[in-house]
């Protein structure tokens, strides 16, 4: 993926990132009251696709290189890739992560959130909280001429200052017309490495971070990652994009946006 030449986005395919960007962070809000015990990921899985039907959009991740579901539902251990399933009924004291990508006239908006099922334990509320940090910490360190080094070295300085790990098996990286493309944007490093950022870069910030041991396994399903501890883990993403003064985030809820 690295290997591929960095696309940047003119104006109007801003304007058509914005669009899906916002789109998926309905998607989220959405599914938001929906995330209780008792409730199966397959049903929230259903309901995404339901929605993103409604709004004329398609469901990016549905048979990408054949991926069996429409969004990512990672409970507890399961770093990322988890597959909706109806025997996996949620549970007070889980946390989830959904991880949405419609498809919107042809470009990709891409976000995810990891979410309290009931009342989580005082372990699991830090580790969900210092991961959302991590991703604010990551996004502040974007703007012409950073390096992608700077994003990854902001959030493993908080994820570690707070005894937690951040998983090096997968990363941040390039979207728009395709869903998966260069840059990588790795959620470690070293400040002042790697490629540098110009203005018209759109790619994703995701740290998972991991109560445990940052190594992963995959397991027989060919998607779902765990930690290999088995010990908890979560994640956020937001979509972004790299302009002339700074960054604008495009997967999040216009009632969220500044007005001013």
């Avoid at 916002?22 to 049903?43: F, I, N, W």
């Avoid at 549970?91 to 470009?107: E, H, Q």
């Avoid at 080094?149 to 390039?174: C, K, L, N, P, T």
Wanted: proline share 5%; net charge negative.
């Amino acid at each position: 993926m690295d290997n591929e030449p960095i696309v940047l986005l003119s104006k109007r395919e801003l304007e058509k990132m914005r669009q899906a960007g916002r789109l998926a962070a309905e998607l989220l809000k959405y599914l938001e009251p929906m995330v209780k015990p008792g409730v199966s990921t397959l049903e929230l899985n259903d309901a995404a696709e339901a929605w993103t039907q409604q709004h004329n959009a398609k469901s990016a991740p549905l048979g990408y290189h054949g991926f069996p579901k429409s969004i990512c539902t990672s409970v507890n251990e399961v770093v990322c890739h988890g597959i909706p399933n109806a025997k996996q009924i949620l549970r007070d004291g889980d946390i989830i992560n959904i991880d949405v990508t419609p498809l919107l006239d042809g470009y990709h908006g891409d976000t995810s959130k990891t979410f309290f099922v009931g009342e989580p334990s005082p372990l699991a509320r830090k580790l969900v909280e210092v991961t959302e940090e991590c991703l604010w910490r990551g996004i502040k360190q974007v703007k012409p001429g950073a390096r992608v080094g700077d994003i990854g070295a902001a959030i493993q300085e908080y994820a570690e200052a707070h005894g937690f790990s951040v998983v090096r098996d997968f990363v941040g990286h390039g979207v728009g017309r395709i869903f998966h493309t260069a840059p990588q944007i790795p959620h470690y490093g070293t400040r002042g490495k790697g490629k540098k950022l110009r203005s018209g870069m759109v790619f994703t910030i995701e740290p998972m971070i991991n109560e445990g041991t940052w190594e992963v396994e995959v397991l027989a399903d060919k998607w779902t990652a765990v930690t290999k501890d088995r010990k908890l883990s979560a994640q956020f993403e937001h979509t972004i994009a790299v302009t002339d003064d700074g960054v604008e985030i495009l997967t999040l809820d216009s009632a969220l946006v500044p007005t001013a």
